[in-house]
């Protein structure tokens, strides 16, 4: 009852700072006559008349702030059935709002819509604080799962956000790993790594993305006298499969692939029930060569190799990639 009577009251401060921008910026679109009523310095004129009010949190930095919100999201008033200020008004913009104040300070940093509508959707659906939020924009989460994707794809993403129906939508490459804390030349092992991830399982599991559980670490099966042991393994409630991953500190081999899809076929064959769907793979590795993994893996196989990272990637270098991305899949069709 408490936690939504917070959320209620963060909602209609979003709600008052956007009809502050929509005031602002009608302000400063008004003419002579209000220009000469408020002269060049508006926004200080009109911080200095709310204080007088009594009105806080509203600095002149907070109304540019509040500009700019209501910038970014001035289409709401072609969806909204009131054209001015009213009571109506203000119960569709509540109802419309699902986010934090911080959350949208957050968003209007995301300068394409599309873009910053995906985050807002996925920030709502999961229930991400806006600390994760922050994070999942610096780790271009967008561009990751859009290099996967084709154009009427990633138009999805904007749209509907990332819906899981198939293995291929929660696969990322590459994955972020940066809240592990591992510099790029400090000397890890893969024991390290995975430990570093089972102390922070929490992070990791919103790296994976949406319907993860985790089940066991260094899973032990026995096959033929001698023993094996998939580094961690995951359930999916969404697709209802296991997930096995297999950390690589290195260099992804050919023993490598081999090795997890020996160890798919175990969990098919003795693990899963025939109500579930077939166990998928993931390597995490530091390198991989595709070419390699395309000769070794059969077509219709369930194993996926990822990189990972240590940082946080540059924007400008995925979005290079999901350009080419875009153009080898255009030419897959035109072939």
């Not at 959350?103 to 920030?123: D, G, N, P, W």
């Not at 070419?291 to 196989?301: F, G, H, Q, R, W």
């Not at 946080?312 to 072939?335: F, M, N, W, Y």
């Amino acid at each position: 009852m408490q936690k939504q009577a917070a959320k209620s009251v963060d909602i209609a401060l979003v709600v008052r700072n956007w009809l502050f921008g929509w005031y602002i910026v009608e302000l400063e679109n008004g003419g002579a006559q209000r220009e000469e009523l408020y002269g060049k310095k508006l926004i200080s004129r009109i911080s200095d008349e709310l204080k007088q009010r009594g009105m806080k949190g509203l600095s002149e930095t907070n109304l540019r702030k509040c500009r700019e919100f209501y910038q970014a999201y001035s289409e709401i008033q072609q969806i909204l059935s009131v054209k001015s200020f009213s009571n109506s008004l203000i119960e569709q913009l509540t109802t419309y709002f699902k986010l934090g104040w911080s959350h949208y300070v957050t968003l209007i940093t995301v300068s394409h819509k599309e873009e910053r509508r995906f985050y807002e959707i996925e920030a709502t659906q999961n229930s991400w604080s806006f600390r994760e939020l922050k994070r999942q924009i610096a780790a271009s989460l967008y561009e990751r799962l859009s290099l996967s994707r084709n154009k009427e794809e990633i138009r999805q993403l904007a749209t509907q956000g990332l819906v899981v129906e198939k293995v291929s939508d929660i696969i990322k490459n590459p994955y972020v790993l940066e809240f592990l804390n591992l510099s790029e030349q400090h000397a890890y092992s893969e024991h390290e790594l995975e430990t570093e991830i089972i102390d922070k399982l929490e992070h990791f599991l919103l790296e994976l993305g949406k319907g993860f559980i985790f089940e066991a670490r260094q899973k032990r099966f026995t096959f033929d006298d001698d023993h094996f042991y998939v580094d961690l393994v995951f359930y999916n409630r969404l697709l209802q499969c296991y997930v096995l991953i297999d950390l690589k500190r290195d260099k992804l081999t050919h023993q490598d692939l081999g090795q997890m899809q020996m160890y798919v076929n175990y969990f098919d064959r003795y693990v899963k029930t025939d109500e579930e769907a077939p166990t998928v793979g993931i390597l995490l590795c530091h390198r991989k060569s595709d070419a390699l993994v395309e000769l070794t893996l059969p077509n219709d196989s369930n194993i996926y190799a990822s990189k990972y990272q240590l940082y946080l990637p540059s924007k400008e270098e995925l979005k290079a990639q999901i350009a080419k991305s875009l153009l080898d899949h255009e030419g897959a069709v035109g072939r």
